[in-house]
């Protein structure tokens, strides 16, 4: 079982390709938080409980 802290490096990780990529001409960090509010999606719900779940 992974443990919190994986899940928020990856996520960390994941956040400054986002911010590397976003330099471009496509915000793509604002754009995902977008889809995200719109449609609530599963996968968001699931990571946030890993990210806070206890160790």
Do not use: H, N, Q
Not at 20 to 44: C, D, E, K, M, Q
């Amino acid at each position: 079982m992974k443990t919190s802290t994986d899940t928020r490096l990856k996520c960390a990780a994941v956040f400054v390709v986002f911010i590397i990529f976003s330099i471009g001409p496509i915000p793509i960090t604002s754009a995902l938080g977008l889809y995200v509010v719109i449609f609530r999606p599963r996968w968001f719900k699931e990571l946030v409980a890993k990210v806070y779940a206890d160790d």
